[in-house]
């Protein structure tokens, strides 16, 4: 069984940074493909960011140059710099034994929230 565990979130307030951490954790035996969503209040979820086992990554548009996807083995990173209040929602990990994914895998962390408020 695999388990992803999350940090980081919080509130910051607008122009400011974070930094989310999530581990696959459990019986792992490859690289995963991991990647990060987030669900604002009465929307659907959606992709922030993705990375491949070979650093391929997939980032929303909104977010290219302000967010940074990383990863280190079964870690992934969510560098977020000049925060918008529009960037408020709960932060979901994501990750797929399929280490070429881009989009939605199987597994998902529990969620961290982030809000960007004054």
């Known amino acids: 069984q695999v388990q992803l565990v999350e940090s980081g979130g919080g509130l910051v307030q607008p122009g400011g940074s974070l930094r989310l951490s999530c581990t696959a954790l459990g019986n792992i035996f490859s690289i995963y493909a991991m990647a990060w969503f987030r669900q604002a209040p009465g929307k659907q979820r959606e992709l922030v960011a993705a990375i491949t086992s070979s650093g391929k990554t997939n980032v929303k548009d909104s977010v290219k140059g302000r967010f940074t996807i990383s990863r280190d083995k079964n870690t992934v990173y969510l560098q977020m710099n000049s925060l918008k209040p529009e960037d408020t929602a709960v932060y979901y990990c994501?990750?797929?034994?399929?280490?070429?994914?881009?989009?939605?895998?199987?597994?998902w962390g529990q969620g961290t929230q982030v809000t960007v408020s004054t």
């Open positions: 994501n990750a797929d034994p399929d280490p070429d994914r881009l989009t939605a895998g199987v597994l």
